[in-house]
């Protein structure tokens, strides 16, 4: 089995800064791609920025210029750098993966269970 596990989470004023983190454990021979989405109340899940197995990455327009994320495919993990926080991205952060459990197997889609982001003053 694959986990994902994210952390980082919390309570930040605007204007604030904010790094989450996401790590992948398990049976794992590959990584391609890795994202993040977020979700507010009342809202359907929207894709944040997704990151290749070669570094490509693209964001969400809410989030350019702002966020960055970056992996690190030595550790399996995936990093959200989050600046100039508004309150409209108070929501919960899921990691997914799409990982290769063997050489010759597909790539199934993993999520976390989400970590919650608060921008308020």
């Known amino acids: 089995q694959v986990q994902l596990a994210e952390s980082g989470g919390g309570l930040v004023q605007p204007g604030g800064s904010l790094t989450l983190s996401c790590a992948a454990s398990g049976s794992i021979f590959s990584i391609s791609s890795m994202a993040w989405y977020r979700q507010a109340p009342g809202n359907q899940r929207e894709l944040v920025a997704t990151?290749?197995?070669?570094?490509?990455?693209e964001y969400a327009d809410p989030v350019k210029g702002r966020f960055t994320v970056s992996r690190d495919n030595a550790k399996n993990t995936v990093s959200l750098q989050m600046n100039s926080l508004k309150p409209d991205d108070t929501a919960v952060y899921y990691c997914?993966?799409?990982?290769?459990?063997?050489?010759?197997?597909?790539?199934?889609?993993?999520w976390g269970q989400g970590t919650q982001v608060t921008v308020s003053s």
């Open positions: 990151i290749t197995g070669t570094d490509s990455t």
């Open positions: 997914n993966a799409d990982v290769r459990r063997r050489p010759d197997g597909p790539f199934f889609r993993y």
